[in-house]
């Protein structure tokens, strides 16, 4: 599979605001699951959220209400919209396809990419 490749990161405060985006730089992604993951400073990567092909979402707890998943499968490009953002949310985003079992998002497929940096400051 063709390596995915975010970008979008930056610097916010606390309570500030992301937009992180996904491409592929060869290949459609219309027909694959997307999702994100993020892994903060010496921890393993978490799971954040995922969407559907046919764009419905799934979040982790923590972040319902705050973050949303998109997708745009004509411009070939999945964005994650952070809102509200915790210090604890700092780390380095992937963006990944899913594999899913039945309506639950399971593991990510494929190579990882260089992901995005997402540092909030509090």
């Known amino acids: 599979q063709v390596q995915l490749v975010e970008s979008g990161g930056g610097s916010v405060q606390a309570g500030g605001s992301l937009k992180l985006s996904c491409t592929s730089a060869r290949g459609l992604l219309s027909g694959d699951a997307l999702g994100w993951y993020r892994q903060a400073p010496g921890k393993q990567r978490v799971f954040v959220a995922s969407i559907t092909p046919n764009g419905i979402p799934y979040y982790v707890d923590p972040v319902k209400g705050r973050f949303t998943i998109s997708r745009d499968n004509a411009k070939n490009t999945m964005t994650l919209q952070m809102t509200g953002l915790r210090p604890e949310e700092t780390g380095v985003y992937y963006c990944?396809?899913?594999?899913?079992?039945?309506?639950?998002?399971?593991?990510?497929?494929?190579?990882w990419g260089p992901g995005t940096q997402v540092t909030v400051s509090s």
């Open positions: 990944m396809r899913i594999q899913y079992g039945g309506t639950t998002p399971r593991a990510p497929t494929g190579p």
